[in-house]
């Protein structure tokens, strides 16, 4: 199961990347927001965190207008890994290298042809442990610090 959540400035994307989902077969729980009243991005990337770091989704996927205020709210809650990602390879390494459980896009920064080929790109990469797993445990590490 994968999160799925969006501010007003994100929904469109958000519906596009849910559609490629479902082609691929891939259960996503949306946690809204559902129209296009204006609503404060944090609050939906709370829900998304919440629900990967729970264990009730493996991933997830948060859109906003840029992707940058989604990554910095969901980065506060721990355990998460978000990602800021605008291109594929970055995507791809998101997860390689970086094990992001969350990818954070911007619908009024990213093209929704290349929005989908980012999406794919992560959701087709493997964290690949090793070197990287020690890096990713200082990452996690540094949630001890106050
Ligand atoms: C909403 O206007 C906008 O600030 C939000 O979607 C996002 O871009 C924040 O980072």
């Known amino acids: 199961m994968l999160a799925i959540g969006s501010d007003h400035g994100g929904i469109n994307l958000k519906q596009s990347i849910k559609a490629l989902l479902e082609e691929r077969g891939i259960k996503a729980k949306d946690f809204g927001t559902f129209d296009s009243t204006s609503v404060d991005y944090p ?7 919440a629900a990967v770091v729970s264990g009730e989704c ?3 996927i948060l859109v906003c207008g840029t992707g940058i205020g989604m990554s910095i709210a969901a ?3 721990k355990g998460i ?10 995507a791809r390494m998101a ?6 459980n969350i990818i954070c896009l911007g619908e009024r920064i990213t093209g929704c042809d290349l929005a989908l080929e980012i999406v794919k790109a992560y959701l087709d990469a493997e964290f690949l442990g090793g070197r990287h797993e020690t890096r990713v445990n200082k990452i996690m590490n540094l949630e001890k610090i106050d």
């Open 43 to 49: 609050d939906i990337a709370e829900k998304v965190a």
């Open 58 to 60: 493996e991933t997830g």
């Open 75 to 77: 980065n506060k809650v």
């Open 81 to 90: 890994r978000a990602a800021h990602v605008t291109d594929t390879y970055s």
């Open 95 to 100: 997860r390689e290298h970086n094990n992001a």
